[in-house]
């Protein structure tokens, strides 16, 4: 049996057994134990009372008042009887056995609250954690070892605060430091990381464990872990939920005062319980009015469609479809008349019983317009059509149907139950086409390819037709092709008018080349086209020598007026290209370097789809030549000493010159128109005037 002293031993000693200080014996000395099971004893002189309570009552009744040193004291005297050291041995004795019952029974109870704690940390349902003073987990408990995911402490070393997300560990440590003896921590809502990559969100709940006496109180610290993971997430969750209700409010007040729709809700006595502020938009009217006044929406409806929407109200609600849409007119506030398309389905409640209706009325005016202007449109492009004979056409080439409509069959002169086949639509063109149109269908079937052909046909009824038919290819949903869409038209009149356009064409080409005169046709101060005789007006081999030339390439840099060539081109082209037709004189320059004077011509024409200008250029070589001539002749016929007259087939004077008059003594002015019969002025004799006469015959 293991004995020990119990911790407060030496410090509960007293001095309630005085020893022989004064007397100088100790069996003077008096002891007195009083207990409330015995009397008063008192042992004097050392003699034991005979009479008195047992030794375990008075050794019980010293442990009570803590005299534990009474058999010290008596030892230590000088000369102790035998009895006296006996009694005391006994006493002694007493108290050791009654100390090492006490320390039993703390032994027992020390085990039993172990027990107890390690059952309580064993199967404590709560995560618990031992640490030591630097956060290594030193014991777990199942609870922890499943919760965190630990294997055996005893072999795996584990820090608390690594197990801990970056963010959280320095609460942690931050908090341990200030922790001292008496204190407990609680950290909440941690959140951790587990090796197998999940995480935890934790309370922490630390303190001290008291340690043995002697040793160091921080040595270890005691740690639950309280998973608040389905709460927080409960909480986030719930959270969430708070958030979605709140958008969800926010959603549903948005769509109702935001719709830019006519939305209402109508209650089983067809009065509205809501209506949608953008009615105000499409009538007018407000929501309020509509919902004060039941009525106010039959009253301005057209009355033409008021019977209908009464019976539409009358119908019954019906849980299971929508009701039938429904179009009506409207006159708005300020007069205008719109259209308006309803739908509307019934109301329920969760418990199925029908509330009114809901529905929606959508402003489908503009949509109206653009049907009836499509309507108009469609019966324009029919007209359009009939007058232009272009037809449509379609091929399906998955079921090998062709499809025609009414001026396509009107083009081929085909009978109403005829039904076209790509092989009977080919045997109505020509056969010098059939093969092109053949090979074009086939690629455009196989690769695509769209085609736009111009050929000849043959009507059911014999007749004669050119047509230009063109086709694209039709894709189905997977890319592939599906068959083809075109059109055919009969250009019969225009294929006349090109050929007869063709045959201007090539009249006025041929006069264009073989006209005397030069011509040219300038396109952006650019020579275009040139016949021959502007070829031989300008000394060049051939005409297309003039072609890009500007008409100042072909001139000097001065015309004889002293204005430069290109201000003088300049101003009379743009006159010419704003529609004044221009005539001027104009002087180029031969290939050999000389001066050509011609007379031009020039007005705006269309060639080649495009704005140009038409000259033509008129020789006055020779004119001027001629003037040069006439003015040399004139200057001798007025400076000759011969009197000279000019008379025309009938005798009649036209001119006379100074020697003349000085000769006869007729001026001219009143010569003209004489015949040379009547000069007798008396200057000459009778023989002059007879030999002046027969000279004039002759």
């Known amino acids: 049996m293991a004995t020990a002293r119990l911790p407060s031993t030496d410090r509960q000693w007293s001095n309630t057994m005085q020893n022989n200080d004064d007397t100088g014996q100790y069996g003077q000395a008096t002891t007195t134990v009083t207990t409330p ?34 058999a010290e004291q008596i030892l230590s005297a000088d000369d102790p009887s035998t009895a006296v050291l006996i009694e005391n041995l006994r006493i002694y004795q007493a108290e050791l056995e009654m100390q090492n019952e006490e320390l039993r029974k703390s032994q027992r109870t ?3 609250a172990l027990e107890r704690f390690s059952a309580m940390f ?3 349902p709560i995560a618990e954690l031992v640490l030591d003073r630097y956060g290594l987990i030193v014991e777990a408990n199942p609870s922890a070892l499943q919760l965190l995911q630990l294997r055996n402490t005893q072999y795996h070393q584990y820090f608390l605060a690594r197990m801990l997300l970056h963010t959280d560990q320095a609460r942690l440590i931050s908090a341990w430091e200030r922790l001292t003896v008496q204190e407990s921590l609680e950290l909440t809502e941690v959140r951790m990381q587990l090796g197998n990559g999940s995480s935890l969100v934790v309370d922490l ?33 719930l959270g969430n939920a708070y958030d979605r209700l709140e958008s969800s409010r926010e959603c549903y007040r948005v769509l109702a005062e935001f719709s830019p729709e006519w939305d209402y809700w109508l209650g089983l006595d067809n009065h509205f319980i809501h209506v949608s502020p953008a009615c105000q938009d499409i009538t007018g009217y407000s929501a309020s009015e509509f919902i004060e006044n039941p009525e106010l929406l039959e009253t301005i409806m057209h009355p033409e469609d008021l019977d ?5 109200l009358a119908h019954p609600l019906d849980s299971n479809k929508h009701h039938v849409p429904l179009s009506f007119r409207i006159r708005t506030r300020d007069g205008q008349q719109k259209w308006i398309d309803h739908i509307c389905s019934t109301v329920l409640s969760e418990d199925g019983r029908a509330l009114g209706r809901r529905g929606v009325n959508r402003d489908v005016t503009s949509r109206h ?42 083009l081929h002169e085909v009978d109403d139950d005829f039904q076209p086949t790509v092989e009977t639509a080919l045997e109505f063109y020509d056969p010098h086409d059939r093969a092109v149109l053949h090979q074009a269908i086939k690629r455009a079937l196989s690769e695509g390819c769209p085609y736009e052909l111009e050929l000849r046909l043959q009507t059911a009824r014999g007749g004669k037709l050119w047509v230009r038919t063109n086709a694209e290819a039709v894709y189905n949903d997977n890319g592939s092709i599906g068959g083809l869409r075109g059109s055919i038209q009969d250009i019969t009149e225009r294929v006349k008018a090109e050929q007869a356009r063709r045959e201007s064409e090539q009249q006025y080409r041929t006069l264009f080349e073989s006209a005397g005169q030069a011509m040219l046709i300038l396109r952006e101060e650019r020579c275009v086209l040139a016949n021959r ?10 005409p297309t020598c003039l072609l890009g030339k500007h008409p100042c390439d072909v001139s000097p840099a001065m015309q004889p007026d002293g204005e430069p060539s290109t201000d003088k081109a300049s101003r009379f082209i743009t006159r010419a290209m704003r529609g004044e037709v221009q005539h001027f004189e104009w002087e180029h320059l031969h290939a050999d370097g000389s001066p050509v004077p011609v007379q031009v011509t020039m007005l705006p024409i269309e060639f080649g789809s495009k704005p140009a200008l038409y000259a033509t250029l008129q020789d006055l070589t020779e004119q001027r030549a001629a003037e040069r001539r006439e003015v040399q002749a004139r ?18 004077i036209l001119a006379v010159n100074r020697a003349f008059t000085e000769l006869t003594g007729y001026t001219e002015n009143k010569v003209l128109g004489q015949t040379p019969s009547m000069l007798k002025s008396g200057r000459q004799n009778e023989m002059f005037y007879q030999s002046m006469w027969a000279a004039l015959q002759k």
């Open 205 to 237: 709940h630390i303190a001290q464990l008291p340690a043995p006496e002697g040793q160091d109180q921080q040595n270890r610290l005691i740690c639950a872990v309280i998973d608040r993971t389905e709460q927080a997430r409960q909480r986030e969750a």
């Open 635 to 652: 200057t001798v016929f007025e400076n000759t000493s011969e009197g000279i007259i000019i008379t025309d087939p009938e005798q009649r």
């Open 110 to 112: 020390t085990e039993s």
């Open 122 to 124: 064993q199967q404590l």
């Open 37 to 70: 099971e015995t009397p008063q004893t008192t042992t004097k002189g050392g003699r034991y009372d005979k009479n008195s309570a047992s030794v375990r009552e008075r050794a019980l009744a010293a442990l009570r008042h803590g005299e534990f040193n009474l």
């Open 533 to 542: 005789a502007a070829q031989r007006l300008f000394g060049y081999d051939e």
């Open 308 to 312: 209908a929407w009464q019976q539409h």
């Open 369 to 410: 317009q653009a049907e009836k202007a499509l309507q108009r449109s469609e019966a324009l492009l029919n007209a359009t059509s009939r007058l232009a004979r272009v037809g449509g056409w379609e091929f399906d080439a998955d079921n090998k149907t062709l499809r025609w409509t009414q001026i396509t069959r009107l």
